[in-house]
């Protein structure tokens, strides 16, 4: 099956931790992308790649980090510096500028 | 700065009716408009888009329209079912071209 899969699906997380989602894709989709989901709001831009080895700060970058050294994987890891993680992330990628395809989302909860 | 408002924030229609969603954007440069459902849980799945060179495409019930010189596109679904009940974003690029930027969404509830 192609598509992109994040895991966890769930994922805990305890104050002053650092935690890292993955976000896979085998669509051979240059762009990747990350976007924080809270209750009743849009998404916002993390961070993005459009290519591998490259990637750029989005609107809420700040307590966030990403890597993307292979075309099919670009994981974010969630800092201790970021204050307020509880959200539900959601990694896309995209062959162009424009259409983009969702993961599945991994739920992040700070205890 | 760049912006995409939409509306209304939550719809309810009985099965049947037709529902519209509609969402402004400020770069008059965009070029790219797309819709996204979401179910509780999931990630969004892209439903319908459009292009800046055509007013109007449609898919069976559901059709996107777009309006330039407003700059205000509108989704449509007619004949509508309980599962089209969801969330609706609407989204088009940065002014940079790199991204999407998204609407705040609408929450469709069908009722039967």
């Known amino acids: 099956d192609g598509g992109i899969t994040q895991s966890p699906k769930y994922l805990f997380r305890k104050e002053g931790q650092n935690v890292t989602l993955s976000c896979e894709q085998n669509?051979?989709?240059?762009?990747m992308y990350w976007y924080r989901q809270d209750p009743g709001q849009g998404l916002r831009l993390i961070y993005y790649s459009q290519i591998v080895n490259d990637f750029q700060k989005g609107d809420i970058a700040e307590g966030y980090s990403v890597s993307r050294e292979k075309k099919e994987s670009f994981p974010l890891t969630v800092t201790s510096a970021q204050k307020n993680p509880t959200a539900f992330y959601l990694c896309a990628s995209s062959t162009a500028k424009d259409t983009q395809y969702f993961g599945p989302g991994t739920r992040l909860t700070v205890l | 700065g760049e912006n995409v408002e939409q509306h209304p924030s939550t719809l309810s229609v009985q099965e049947g009716d037709s529902a519209v969603i509609k969402c402004t954007y400020s770069?008059?440069?965009?070029?790219?408009f797309p819709w996204y459902k979401q179910e509780l849980g999931k990630g969004p799945q892209l439903i319908i888009d459009i292009r800046s060179n055509v007013g109007e495409k449609k898919d069976q019930r559901i059709a996107v329209t777009l309006n330039k010189t407003a700059k205000h596109f509108s989704l449509h679904i007619t004949e509508t079912q309980p599962e089209d009940s969801a969330v609706y974003f609407c989204?088009?690029?940065?002014?940079?071209?790199?991204?999407?930027?998204f609407g705040k969404g609408t929450t469709l509830s069908v009722s039967s």
């Open positions: 770069d008059s440069a965009s070029n790219y």
């Open positions: 989204a088009a690029p940065n002014q940079a071209g790199t991204a999407l930027i």
């Open positions: 669509l051979n989709h240059d762009a």
